[in-house]
């Protein structure tokens, strides 16, 4: 069946002009003209059964009444028919109605060309959600993303393609209170109704609390407030020992890659971390760990050996041929070894290196990751599904080694599932920037976020393992990560270099729409991708859940009478380094 069954009564009109992609339409009657848009979508029947030819309106002309000389004088010269109320249409594809069994497929190629005299439709309602529906490749039954309505329609229902936006990577960007959070929750609400939802949300200003319901977890990553207290994954606090950190995390922190003795330091600090390590393992009952061991293997160890360790080694005389002489590292190692203790005494690195009893077991690793990975359905009390980690109180120089270390604990764990057993999941990256930079300094944390979510975005796609990159600064977000986002939901963004990163992502065909990125309003979205081959220009409904990101009204707070402001619970706060009261 096809979607646009048009009767004669509905066409526009004929048209008059046919060029290689563009067509010109005379519209006679005043009324219907002045239903027609800019950027609106209409259908002109081909030549071809079974064929309409798709185009966007690019322009509405209605000349003035010839009787008057004077007004005729101001048409555009460019405009060279005779004839009033024109309207040109940039034709954009063709819509077949049957391609060998399947029906309704749209090509970005123009199969044909129209003939003088074709009718011409316009696209709306239900007509234009079916189309929609055949560009974003929304088929069968069941619950669909439906993220709002369309700008040029208020009928007609924005549907996105759930699989593509979310196996090939997405991107949501806009400037500040644009309304990016907001459509971020709207697509949770309409994930929270799969029954076996599997996403992470990293939400680093704990904006997302208010989003409950069965299928939300909410877990919070443990903060300095959290040293000593035995609060664990079953009261949502997430703790991420340092054991957890990869050979480049580990390097990364202790060791100054400034120092000219930095190469030697980082093989020995290997060398003791692998013993210490090993000397955790039982030889017999982890024979089969300790055949393939490497630095990497998470294994948890005792860093007071490393410590002791690196400190013998500093101190070391050794036998030589006219008696006790200093040890290689004699002495080499002082500095390391000041900055080791800085960073394990640092309390504010204390939720790393001061873990809970609890978290330095060998079988923690697994009930974490069956946390954070399990999907909804999970038969015991873990019950998976859309987990929220609120990464609020984690300072902000730690921040990207913490998310990214969870990204790769997800990844890797991923990696070694069975294809069979491997259940997709998503992971939302709220304010991207800050830990997906752009510019990083060469070993540094940074650059080690950077490396995981590269990684991720160029082979996550064969895991299961998606990203949403969420940011208001997506020129400062890792091109690399970019490039690799298939799906742009652009909000409107005011800032040029912004901008200029967005329309290279768009189609050029479709030029005018990254003009309308200054323009949009709060809630609205251009939507491009896989998930939707033409750029749409989406009102993204209200999430049911709104996030707690809403923006201050300056004026009216005010002009209230009563006083609201609580600094010593602020001061409080910030000196305990907890929001908890
Ligand atoms: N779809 C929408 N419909 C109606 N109002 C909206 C919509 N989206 C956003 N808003 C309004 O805009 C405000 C800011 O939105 P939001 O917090 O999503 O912005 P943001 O882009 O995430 O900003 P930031 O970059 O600062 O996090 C909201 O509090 C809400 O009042
Ligand atoms: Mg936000």
């Known amino acids: 069946m096809s979607i646009l069954n048009f009767g004669d009564l509905d066409s526009l009109d004929k048209i008059i002009a046919v060029d290689t992609a563009t067509v010109t339409v005379r519209v006679d009657e005043l009324e219907l003209l002045k239903k027609i848009q800019v950027n609106r979508l209409v259908a002109l029947r081909s030549a071809k059964a079974g064929q309409h030819l798709i185009g966007i309106v690019s322009r509405i002309t209605r000349k003035a009444d010839s009787t008057s000389s004077t007004q005729t004088s101001t048409v555009e010269p460019e405009n060279e028919f005779p004839e009033n109320n024109l309207v040109r249409i940039a034709l954009i594809g063709t819509l077949v109605d049957k391609e060998g069994v399947t029906e309704n497929v749209f090509k970005r190629t123009l199969e044909t060309v129209p003939e003088i005299d074709a009718d011409c439709f316009s696209l709306e309602g239900e007509r234009l959600t079916n189309f929609m529906k055949v560009i ?5 039954e069941g ?8 700008a040029l329609d208020e009928g007609a229902r924005a549907l996105l393609n759930g699989n ?3 196996q090939r990577h997405a991107i949501v960007v806009g400037s500040t209170g644009s309304g990016k959070s907001y459509t971020t929750a709207r697509m949770l609400d309409q994930i929270s109704e799969l029954p076996q939802a599997n996403l992470i949300l990293f939400d680093t ?14 877990l919070r990553i443990a903060g300095p407030g959290d040293i000593g207290e035995n609060r664990g994954i079953e009261d949502g ?22 120092d000219q003795n930095a190469p030697n330091q980082a093989m020995l600090m290997t060398r003791c971390i692998v013993d210490a390590k090993r000397a955790t393992l039982d030889p017999e009952g982890h024979r089969d760990i300790l055949n393939n061991f490497t630095i990497d293997s998470p294994v948890p160890f005792d860093i007071e050996f490393v410590r002791d360790e690196l400190t013998n080694l500093n101190q070391e005389m050794v036998e030589g041929a006219r008696g006790p002489k200093q040890g290689p590292y004699f002495d080499k190692l002082s500095r390391l070894i000041s900055r080791f203790e800085a960073k394990i005494f640092d309390r504010r690195l204390g939720f790393i290196f001061r873990p809970p009893e609890s978290c330095m077991e060998m079988n923690w690793l697994e009930v974490m990751a069956h946390y954070l990975i399990a999907d909804r359905a999970a038969q015991d009390d873990v019950k998976g599904g859309i987990k929220i980690i609120d990464f609020s109180e984690v300072p902000s120089d730690i921040l990207p080694l913490m998310v990214s270390l969870i990204a790769r604990l997800v990844f890797v764990v991923k990696q070694w599932t069975l294809p069979v057993y491997r259940h997709p999941i998503s992971l939302f990256c709220d304010e991207a920037h800050l830990y997906i930079p752009e510019r990083t300094a060469a070993d540094s944390a940074d650059e ?17 393992v998606g990203l ?9 977000v890792n091109r690399t990560v970019l490039s690799q986002c298939n799906n742009v939901v652009a909000m409107r963004l005011t800032n040029g270099e912004d901008q200029s990163v967005i329309r290279r992502l768009l189609p050029d065909s479709l030029g005018g729409f990254g003009d309308l990125l200054p323009i949009l309003d709060i809630g609205e979205a251009l939507v491009v991708g896989d998930a939707s081959l ?44 907890s929001n908890a009261t």
Do not use: C, M
């Open 136 to 140: 974003s490749d929304v088929r069968g």
């Open 164 to 166: 593509r936006l979310f």
């Open 468 to 476: 949403v990159v969420i940011s208001q600064r997506p020129s400062e």
């Open 534 to 577: 033409l750029p749409s220009r989406v009102v993204v409904s209200q999430p049911r859940f709104k996030p707690s990101s809403t923006t201050v009204e300056f004026w009216d707070k005010w002009q209230l009478e009563e006083a609201v402001s609580d600094t010593s619970n602020a001061v409080r706060s910030w000196r305990r380094q």
């Open 143 to 150: 619950p669909q993303l439906h993220l709002g309505r369309y």
């Open 448 to 464: 080690i976020s950077v490396g995981i979510f590269e990684r991720i975005a160029k082979e996550g796609r064969k895991y299961g």
């Open 237 to 258: 606090v997430l703790h991420l020992p340092y054991w957890l950190l990869g050979y480049e995390a580990l390097v990364a922190l202790f060791v100054d890659r400034s």
């Open 205 to 218: 200003h704990g904006e997302y609390r208010t989003l409950q319901g069965d299928a939300f977890r909410h």
